[in-house]
């Protein structure tokens, strides 16, 4: 059995926060990799949650890390829809409960940029992080990530 440790590496690319505003957005090369899997770990809204006051997941893509587009249905797997600009996600109503969410990235682009929006008033903040865990590594073993 293929040891699927030694085949995947992980980058954060939203560092576990309780937000209040937009995350910053990285950088995260997938070069050496033939897919990646995105694990959004969102807590329990700090507020509720409506179509003024939402969050929502932007992920972008890029062939040079310089002009980045919006991702689109075909780039991913296990989103029915994309939003405009990217929406890969958005919580527009109450959200009282932790939860994961994943998506396959399919996608033929090199860079990936994944974005937390904050959009209206967020006094009270929500726990949120965002992994991307880079699949199918054409050499390995990848190296431990203590």
């Known amino acids: 059995m ?15 926060a309780t937000l209040t505003d ?18 959004l770990a969102i807590g329990a809204g700090g507020i509720t949650f ?5 969050i929502e997941f932007i992920l972008t893509h890029s062939d040079d890390d310089s002009s980045y587009e919006a991702v689109t249905a075909a780039d991913l797997l296990g989103v ?10 958005a919580l527009v109503e ?3 409960t932790a939860a994961v969410y994943r998506f396959g990235y399919v996608g ?6 994944l974005l937390a929006a904050l959009e ?10 965002g992994l991307v865990i880079r699949g199918h590594g054409r050499i390995n073993p990848q190296a431990d990530q203590a």
């Open 80 to 89: 029915p829809t994309v939003g405009e600009g990217g929406i890969v996600k």
């Open 94 to 96: 109450a959200h009282a």
């Open 108 to 113: 033929t682009k090199r860079y990936l940029k």
């Open 50 to 54: 409506t179509s003024t006051n939402r």
């Open 120 to 129: 209206g008033t967020h006094a009270t903040g929500t726990p949120i992080a």
């Open 2 to 16: 293929k040891d699927l440790h030694s085949s995947l590496s992980v980058a954060a690319a939203i560092n576990a």
């Open 22 to 39: 937009d995350s910053t957005p990285v950088a995260i090369d997938l070069r050496g990799h033939d897919g990646a899997e995105i694990i």
